[in-house]
Nanobody, 121 residues
Framework: VQLQASGGGLVHTGGSLRLSCAAS????????VGWFRQAPGKEREFVAT????????DYADSVWGRFTISRDNAKNTAYLQMNSLKPEDTAVYYC???????????????WGQGTLVTVSS
């Protein structure tokens, strides 16, 4: 499956963005989706994940209550709604797809190219 992440940009502290992850090539509904991010000089970290049906989600503590992951299998697209953004959310955000939801990057077989989110103070 090919993944295309989009929706990043520059936003002020407290603002919102919605990232999209468009999938093509294989049956999207068979895959769990994860969002990860990598800030400058830091390792890639888990943000959120959603299972194939959309009924099971999980979030990193740092984004709990501010970010919401969702998916529309009819549109082959997953989303990450980000509210109350903070400067520490600044990073390149990647979407990934794999056979099951995980906080670890290893189980994800397919990765998008990343989209940059910059939150100014």
């Amino acid at each position: 499956v090919q993944l295309q992440a989009s929706g990043g940009g520059l936003v002020h502290t407290g603002g919102s963005l919605r990232l999209s992850c468009a999938a093509s090539g294989r049956t999207f509904r068979n895959f769990a989706v994860g969002w990860f991010r990598q800030a400058p000089g830091k390792e890639r970290e888990f943000v959120a994940t959603i299972n194939w049906s959309g009924y099971v989600t999980d979030y990193a503590d740092s984004v709990w209550g501010r970010f919401t992951i969702s998916r529309d299998n009819a549109k082959n697209t997953a989303y990450l709604q980000m509210n109350s953004l903070k400067p520490e959310d600044t990073a390149v955000y990647y979407c990934a797809a794999g056979p099951s939801s995980s906080r670890n990057s290893g189980p994800y077989d397919y990765w998008g190219q990343g989209t940059l989110v910059t939150v100014s103070s």
